[in-house]
């Protein structure tokens, strides 16, 4: 075998433990989504939450015309709207 055929066998090789390791791995266990970093709809339940602000944006003024996209914790308590824990709501 020369040194090009060593090499092209040593990458395949080193790519099927790849696959290997990858077939192992549990996705379910390591990836953590930040929910407070997701944008919901206070207004109604149509509307699935996204991490995208201009989508969620783009919701509010179009489907609940003049109210509020961020809401404080006093128009939370004001308008009677469930608290998303999100960081504007103080």
């Not at 020369?2 to 379910?28: C, I, L, P």
Request: positive net charge.
């Amino acid at each position: 075998m020369d040194d090009k055929q060593t090499k092209d066998k040593s990458h395949f090789e080193k790519g099927v433990a790849d696959k290997k390791d990858a077939s192992n791995y549990d996705s379910d266990k390591d990836v953590s989504i930040d929910l407070s970093c997701l944008y919901e709809c206070y207004y109604c339940d149509q509307f699935i939450p996204t991490d995208n602000r201009n989508t969620y944006q783009k919701h509010i003024i179009f489907s609940h015309d003049r109210k509020l996209a961020y809401p404080s914790l006093a128009d939370l308590r004001k308008y009677n709207l469930k608290p998303k824990g999100k960081k504007w709501e103080i």
